[in-house]
């Protein structure tokens, strides 16, 4: 039997201040939220309910009346969360400071109305796959939530140049995702940067239509940017990052996959400005060559920074860079796919000086020699009887 001690512990309210439901998704049902709600009631400050498909507008309800003091909400893939839930967050999420809504496609503008009239105090907001909200959304948010700090918007398409514009009005904004927004274009960044003097970091990768300008404004007005990911944007050239990274000295990780017109001169740029770097992604970057990789390696970043590398299909290196990955003294991992004229020789090479090196690498096996057909001996598979 539990003990009358245990049992009042358990119904302590004090005792639920951070509820994590992610392992019992399945089993959120209304009776379950109104029992969780009378226990913790006001106690309540972090409440993750990631995952829980079953989770309706209803129970959001529930917990912004029962649970008013709530600051972390974790609402990450709740599919059936709809418009009809901004009710909690107008009237009673005013401690609200943290609020995951990522993957809840019914999400529209409507909520965001509700977040900027109710939640002054938001600091974090991922919106993430929110397909339904637009500009109007974020011209919301920028009136009502001026204590954001990070804000992500990956794959919200509707959002363009009017939405991007907005946010300038969020002072305290470091973080920012725009991660496949495809309409985002150079006029919407360039505003972002002039408005917003505190990003630390910043994702616009996907946004294919920015172009050199983008870089150029960034380098300009950014001096604080620790994080930038440029991944798909095939007009960045060799200027573009001239112009970058003579601005931004403070870059830690940079994304640039598939910036197929840059060449070894961006990462010569890249070298000789960015002493702090650890994280870089050249991967599908089908310019860059065993020379711009001779400069990276051997700059000071590379020499004592920098820790993961990204290759994957550089096919003009070599194993020459193998040489000078050698350098790289805390280079803890390297991701070498697809590297065609890199041999199996040469990752051995570099398994052997750099044994705490983790090398990401593959190699299609030998193809096995043709055999002659016998016309003595027909040949069966295994699994056949032959009668």
Known sequence: MVSHKWKALAYDGSNWSH???FEFQTDITPPVVNSITSRCGAFLRTLSLKGCKSIEDKAILAFSTHCHYIEVLNLNGCTNISPRCDRAFTSHFTNLKWLDLSSCTLVDDSVCNALSMGCPQLQHLDLSWCVLVSNNGTVALAKGCLNLQHLLLRFCKLIGDPGVKALTQCKKLSLLSLMNCEEVTDSGIVALTKGCKELRCLSVSGCTQLTDLTLTEIGNNCPSLR?????????????GFKNLVKGCNSLEKMDLEECQSITDSSLIQISLHCP???SLTLSNCERISDEGLRYLCGSYAGQTQLRELELDNCKLITDATIDHLVQCRGLQR???????????GGIKHLKTRRADLTVHAYFPPDTPPVMQHDPVHNRVCRCCVVL
């Open 19 to 21: 509820v994590d439901l």
């Open 334 to 344: 390297v991701d070498l796919y697809d590297c065609l004229r890199i041999s199996r």
């Open 227 to 239: 994080t930038l990911e440029l991944a798909k944007l095939i007009y960045l050239s060799d200027r």
């Open 276 to 278: 702090y770097l650890q």
